[in-house]
């Protein structure tokens, strides 16, 4: 049977990892796929450069809508990134009846129903295994390896650089901003880093898992987002002297009132494979009813890495295309008239434990008081730990870790607080998650 035929939209890292992964193992490829999976057209703004890559078998042009209007082109692959022309692009394709894989984790959490209903009217299929978590096969476990399951929670390490950062924080004792050059230096970080730092990579992420996991539209405008970049190192040192780590987590949970979609740094106990996940290494806990906790870990980014997943892709579409569109493996695991309308809940109502500190006046009554705000909103300490106050200092440091309450309650609890003419300084809070 002839090769199906692939058309790149930019041969950037992740392009020239895909080119070089199809090239190097198509041998093996093509057994698993049933036929050859070839790239005989490229468009990159970079003519030369992409002709440097490719040599000279496979059609290099400028423009991204000559790839689109090749008939003989079965897959169309996005790399280009960003809600820009990258949409106008896929849509296009969608249009001129193309498959399409992409590594566009923004533009799916952001237009992904838009392109999804596209996609469905035209009975082509949207594959976007890159999009999360790099090289690890996620996607493909929550929609298909985990099919049977119920899913209760997820929560993943699933941006890079920030775990650098963080992991290089708590190793060196190094300050954020300083590591963040590092990482940007090593080339972890997105195009724009406050993706990154701000918690937004991340929040597309977990967006377009959430949706597969629990069969909601995807809806990311309802993701509560907070980065890494308030964090201190002295945070990081006390969560390491109560026994846990610090890590920026995406997280989705399903409870009867809606699903909880929220990014934020988040105490996790040391003890947890995850917390142990160091450096720019990505990995997600999954929590189901019938196959209990799993764990999914490897590399989130890179050019074979990610080549990877969009290789799994294209095999997937390959082995695919000529079944009825019905019966194909729906985009987002659940069938389009089947998606649940449960709501993703505001973050005031979501339910988890905290980390608190608090630089207090080192006077008699100050505890009593601080705890008394607690109880009397029925908050449960979990544990309490004070730094001794240093020779000649009249204040000292209060950390207090709660059980899970819901986060309204929470807010008021610090507001109060924060009145208490004994409390020096902005409260810091922390979530904290046991995973267990
Ligand atoms: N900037 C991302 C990260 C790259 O740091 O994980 C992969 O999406």
Same mark, same amino acid.
């Given at each position: 049977?002839?090769?199906?035929?692939?058309?790149?939209?930019?041969?950037?890292?992740?392009?020239?990892?895909?080119?070089?992964?199809?090239?190097?193992?198509?041998?093996?490829?093509?057994?698993?796929?049933?036929?050859?999976?070839?790239?005989?057209?490229?468009?990159?703004?970079?003519?030369?450069?992409?002709?440097?890559?490719?040599?000279?078998?496979?059609?290099?042009?400028?423009?991204?809508?000559?790839?689109?209007?090749?008939?003989?082109?079965?897959?169309?692959?996005?790399?280009?990134?960003?809600?820009?022309?990258?949409?106008?692009?896929?849509?296009?394709?969608?249009?001129?009846?193309?498959?399409?894989?992409?590594?566009?984790?923004?533009?799916?959490?952001?237009?992904?129903?838009?392109?999804?209903?596209?996609?469905?009217?035209?009975?082509?299929?949207?594959?976007?295994?890159?999009?999360?978590?790099?090289?690890?096969?996620?996607?493909?476990?929550?929609?298909?390896?985990?099919?049977?399951?119920?899913?209760?929670?997820?929560?993943?390490?699933?941006?890079?650089?920030?775990?650098?950062?963080?992991?290089?924080?708590?190793?060196?004792?190094?300050?954020?901003?300083?590591?963040?050059?590092?990482?940007?230096?090593?080339?972890?970080?997105?195009?724009?880093?406050?993706?990154?730092?701000?918690?937004?990579?991340?929040?597309?992420?977990?967006?377009?898992?959430?949706?597969?996991?629990?069969?909601?539209?995807?809806?990311?405008?309802?993701?509560?987002?907070?980065?890494?970049?308030?964090?201190?190192?002295?945070?990081?040192?006390? +969560?390491? $002297?109560? #026994?846990?780590?610090? %890590?920026?987590? =995406? !997280?989705?949970?399903?409870?009867?009132?809606? @699903?909880?979609?929220?990014?934020?740094?988040?105490?996790?106990?040391?003890?947890?494979?995850?917390?142990?996940?160091?450096?720019?290494?990505?990995?997600?806990?999954?929590?189901?009813?019938?196959?209990?906790?799993?764990?999914?870990?490897?590399?989130?980014?890179?050019?074979?890495?990610?080549?990877?997943?969009?290789?799994?892709?294209?095999?997937?579409?390959?082995?695919?295309?000529?079944?009825?569109?019905?019966?194909?493996?729906?985009?987002?695991?659940?069938?389009?008239?089947?998606?649940?309308?449960?709501?993703?809940?505001?973050?005031?109502?979501?339910?988890?434990?905290?980390?608190?500190?608090?630089?207090? +006046?080192? $006077?008699? #009554?100050?505890?009593? %008081?601080?705890? =008394? !705000?607690?109880?009397?909103?029925?908050?449960? @300490?979990?544990?309490?730990?004070?730094?001794?106050?240093?020779?000649?200092?009249?204040?000292?440091?209060?950390?207090?870790?709660?059980?899970?309450?819901?986060?309204?309650?929470?807010?008021?609890?610090?507001?109060?607080?924060?009145?208490?003419?004994?409390?020096?300084?902005?409260?810091?809070?922390?979530?904290?998650?046991?995973?267990?």
């Amino acid at each position: 049977m002839k090769p199906i035929q692939v058309g790149l939209l930019g041969i950037g890292t992740v392009g020239s990892g895909t080119f070089e992964v199809l090239n190097r193992n198509q041998e093996e490829i093509q057994r698993r796929a049933g036929r050859g999976i070839e790239v005989t057209m490229v468009a990159d703004l970079d003519v030369a450069r992409a002709k440097s890559i490719v040599g000279a078998n496979v059609q290099v042009v400028g423009d991204a809508r000559k790839v689109i209007a090749n008939p003989d082109i079965d897959i169309v692959v996005e790399l280009i990134g960003g809600y820009g022309i990258a949409k106008q692009l896929v849509l296009e394709a969608i249009e001129a009846g193309k498959h399409v894989v992409t590594a566009n984790k923004a533009l799916l959490a952001v237009h992904g129903t838009e392109i999804f209903a596209a996609a469905h009217k035209k009975g082509v299929m949207v594959a976007f295994e890159a999009a999360v978590a790099g090289g690890i096969p996620i996607i493909k476990a929550l929609r298909e390896g985990l099919t049977a399951n119920r899913i209760q929670w997820l929560a993943g390490i699933i941006n890079g650089t920030t775990n650098f950062i963080l992991s290089e924080m708590r190793d060196k004792g190094l300050a954020f901003n300083d590591v963040l050059k590092q990482a940007q230096a090593l080339g972890y970080a997105e195009a724009d880093p406050t993706f990154d730092i701000e918690g937004v990579d991340a929040a597309h992420k977990v967006t377009l898992m959430s949706a597969i996991a629990f069969g909601v539209p995807v809806q990311f405008d309802k993701a509560y987002v907070e980065g890494i970049t308030k964090l201190e190192a002295q945070d990081i040192k006390y +969560a390491e $002297q109560l #026994g846990y780590r610090i %890590k920026l987590l =995406g !997280i989705s949970k399903r409870t009867t009132a809606g @699903i909880e979609l929220r990014v934020h740094p988040c105490l996790v106990p040391a003890k947890r494979l995850i917390a142990n996940v160091e450096g720019a290494m990505n990995a997600v806990m999954v929590h189901a009813d019938a196959v209990g906790t799993t764990l999914y870990y490897g590399k989130g980014a890179g050019s074979e890495p990610t080549a990877s997943a969009v290789i799994a892709d294209l095999v997937d579409i390959t082995r695919l295309h000529t079944a009825d569109p019905l019966n194909r493996v729906p985009h987002l695991a659940f069938q389009p008239d089947a998606m649940s309308n449960l709501p993703i809940l505001p973050m005031a109502e979501v339910v988890t434990s905290y980390y608190l500190r608090m630089r207090v +006046a080192d $006077q008699a #009554g100050v505890l009593a %008081k601080v705890t =008394g !705000i607690l109880a009397n909103a029925d908050i449960s @300490i979990d544990a309490v730990l004070q730094r001794e106050a240093g020779e000649g200092e009249s204040h000292t440091d209060l950390i207090i870790l709660t059980h899970d309450c819901v986060e309204a309650k929470m807010n008021q609890a610090m507001a109060e607080m924060q009145q208490l003419s004994t409390v020096l300084a902005p409260i810091t809070r922390i979530r904290k998650e046991e995973l267990n």
